[in-house]
């Protein structure tokens, strides 16, 4: 079930509501919060598992209180887009453990990465190791996040 999209009723939107909060709640709990027994929870749980829509269960992590607090926005350019460029930039991005995403994208931009920072020197660093990792850059602007006015992992049902 990989690349079909998944066909989930309200039930299993709910489960996905309740772990989205907190994936750390107990089975039975959900199960009580959706109206399921137990075992019929964690069947549809282990049913969301197993097709991928649920694809990992994970502690979010507050960057401030690790001293990350910069969130800062790169948009590159580049003038290549063979394989082998790609190939190098993709590793290059690997790399970089404060890289926190990495987007293709349609437009203007061809690349735009999410980085968490300590402060401007360090992502100064960061971008130094970038353009050394990555040749035939055209352009990198990088954009620094004044204030996160909304941040959310939920995904929620479309209408």
Known sequence: ????????????????????????????EVGERVGLSSNACWRRIKRLEDSGVIARRVAL?????????TTVFVAIR???HDPEWL????RGVDRIDEVIECHRMAGDVDYLL????????????IYRRLIAAVPDLADVSSSFSMERMKHTTALVRPV
Do not use: C
Request: net charge negative; glycine share 4%; no cysteine.
């Open 78 to 80: 580049t003038q290549r």
């Open 114 to 125: 999410k980085l968490a920072v300590r402060d401007i020197a360090h992502y100064d660093r």
């Open 87 to 90: 190939e190098a930039f993709q």
């Open 1 to 28: 079930m990989n690349d079909q999209i998944a066909q989930l009723d309200s039930i299993d939107w709910a489960i996905l509501g309740v772990l989205q909060a907190d994936a750390a709640i107990p089975v039975h």
């Open 61 to 69: 992590v507050d960057p401030a209180r690790l001293g990350l607090a």
